[in-house]
């Protein structure tokens, strides 16, 4: 259980009790997400290292980006791909296309491929989901590899049929738990329908990702309440990325954030969960912010995008993608100057395996 009655808010006896087995409560996440600077969380970050160890020892995974269809039917303020957004990239990708990236993407090397669509009206409007299931089987049988599902808010029925079709990990991210500020977020969505998804998902049997975005207004109250959320619920995976402000959007001109907070919490998930997957995106800084992501403890780089086909990232949508730096050779450079190697596909079966069986909350 986290420690609730401490009073040594010192970011060294946190870091000790996290080494010795005891992860944060509220107080110590709060002083560890008001360290004001790089150089300051060192201590957090070779704490947050030492718990990726133990788990992972000297691996990092990767994940490669689908972003299958930019349709969207939301709001959003703060995504590029919002409904009516004439500065966002368009467009659905079909089976072939599709199919054909993912053996891109195997052939490289990711150990995980992440389908992700915008709630696109074609399938969140009719009802039939019948080409994401197809896309699933299609991709699984074509690469072998662990699929990762992103496709918004969908019913129960659906996300089961997703696992069916073989899908291993529902993503779905709330971005905050701050219920008032997510509906300033993700405006006109419902906060219990979101969550509730990611119960289903649980329910059927997928390992399951939640998210935040930081620098987008939230304060370190919202992120300590965020991480003791996705922390409650014992998810297996975290996405964690700084708001980028976004063409055509209504949060446009809000300044530029520095990655601190969202690396600030990456490593205090990391003690919070130290088995957890947790991400250094791509989307964010791209190659450059890799290895201070890695450093603080991320498990997994994702946004890896296969050149030349045309596809977008969730933010940054096409920076350094053309130009094949968000690929594995490139990661694999950063990770190497790091001490670290890309783990193996059976390494990463190992981890879903364990992740399935060791839930502090049960599964319903
Ligand atoms: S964040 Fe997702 S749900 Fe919201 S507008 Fe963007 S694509 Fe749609």
């Known amino acids: 259980m986290p420690n609730e009655t401490s009073a040594d808010l010192s970011i060294e006896a946190i870091c000790e009790r996290a080494l010795d087995g005891t992860p944060p409560g509220a107080p110590e996440l709060k002083a560890l997400l008001s360290l004001s600077s790089i150089e300051a969380a060192e201590p957090l970050f070779a704490t947050a290292r030492e ?31 919002r409904k009516g957004n004439d500065a966002a990239p368009r467009y659905r990708k079909t089976l072939e296309e599709v199919v054909a990236v993912a053996r891109g993407l195997a052939s490289e090397g990711v150990n995980l491929i992440d389908l992700t669509m915008g709630e696109d009206p074609l399938t969140h409007e009719s009802g039939d ?12 049988a074509e690469t072998g590899k662990p699929i990762m599902i992103s496709p918004g808010v969908v019913p129960a029925d659906v996300i089961e049929k997703m696992k069916e079709a073989g899908a291993t990990i529902y993503a779905c991210y709330q971005e905050t738990h701050n219920k008032d500020f997510f509906h300033k977020r993700r405006v006109g969505q419902d906060y219990d329908e979101r969550a509730a998804a990611r119960d289903a998902a649980r329910r059927a049997g997928l390992l399951v990702e939640d998210g935040m975005l930081t620098g987008i207004g939230d304060t370190i109250d919202d992120r300590v309440n965020s991480i003791l959320n996705m922390s409650d619920h014992d998810w297996d995976l975290a996405r964690i990325m700084t ?10 001109n809000l300044p530029v954030q ?13 003690l919070m969960r130290p088995t957890w997957m947790t991400t ?5 800084e791209s ?27 969730v933010a940054l949508a096409e920076h350094d993608i053309e130009e094949g730096r968000r ?12 001490g670290l190697r890309q783990g193996t596909d059976e390494e990463y079966a190992a981890w879903i395996e364990r992740s399935r069986t060791a839930h502090v909350v049960p599964v319903a």
């Open 51 to 81: 718990l990726r160890h133990r788990t992972f020892g000297d691996i990092v995974f990767t994940s490669g980006f689908v972003y299958f269809s930019t349709y969207c039917r939301n709001h959003c303020n703060f995504c590029l791909y």
């Open 327 to 338: 690929t594995v050779p490139a990661v694999l450079g950063v990770l190497g100057e790091l």
């Open 243 to 252: 708001f980028v402000p976004e063409e055509g959007t209504p949060l446009a």
């Open 280 to 284: 250094a995106s791509l989307d964010c």
């Open 258 to 270: 520095s990655p601190l907070h969202e690396i600030l919490v990456t490593a205090t998930l990391r």
């Open 287 to 313: 190659l450059a912010g890799t290895a201070a992501r890695v450093n603080a403890g991320a498990s997994v780089v994702t946004s890896i995008i296969y050149p030349e086909t045309g596809l977008a990232g």
């Open 129 to 140: 989901y019948t080409p994401v299931y197809e896309m699933i089987e299609a991709v699984r």
